[in-house]
Nanobody, 124 residues
Framework: QVQLVESGGGLVQAGGSLRLSCAAS????????MGWFRQAPGQEREFRAA????????YYADSVKGRFTISRDNAKNTLYLQMNSLKPEDTAVYFC?????????????????WGQGTQVTVSS
C-alpha cells in the first residue's frame, strides 16, 4: 500500500519557522523526484519546491526562494521542507508528492502519488 504521510504542520506567527516531513512507504522513493505543493481554500494546488532523486538539484517557486529549503533522506525514505520567515500568505494545506520521473518538475500532473496533506497556518 502506497503511503505518503506528511507531518510537522501547525500554527505559527509570522516570521516563524516550521519543518514539514513526508514519510514514504509502499512506494519506491529512491530514483524519483519529490515535491511539495500547497492548496489554500478556493485555490488550485500549486508548486512550492521539488528535489531531484539524488538531491543534486532543487527547484523553488519564486515566492519561497530564500525562505524554504527542500531536502531528502533516501535511507529513511523521508522528504523535508524547512520553512523560515513564514508569512500569512503561506497559509495552506501542504502536500508532498512523488514524481513519475524527473521531468517537468513543477507540473503537478507529473506526480503519481500524493499524501493527505498537513495544515500550515501563519498568523499575522
Amino acid at each position: 500500500q502506497v503511503q505518503l504521510v506528511e507531518s510537522g504542520g501547525g500554527l505559527v506567527q509570522a516570521g516563524g519557522s516550521l519543518r514539514l516531513s513526508c514519510a514514504a512507504s509502499g512506494v519506491t522513493f529512491r530514483g524519483y523526484a519529490m515535491g511539495w505543493f500547497r492548496q489554500a481554500p478556493g485555490q488550485e494546488r500549486e508548486f512550492r519546491a521539488a528535489i531531484h532523486w539524488s538531491s543534486a538539484t532543487t527547484y523553488y517557486a519564486d515566492s519561497v526562494k530564500g525562505r524554504f529549503t527542500i531536502s531528502r533522506d533516501n535511507a529513511k525514505n523521508t522528504l523535508y521542507l524547512q520553512m523560515n520567515s513564514l508569512k500569512p500568505e503561506d497559509t495552506a494545506v501542504y502536500f508532498c508528492a512523488r514524481h513519475r520521473g524527473d521531468r517537468a518538475i513543477k507540473d503537478l500532473n507529473k506526480y503519481a502519488y500524493w499524501g493527505q496533506g498537513t495544515q500550515v497556518t501563519v498568523s499575522s
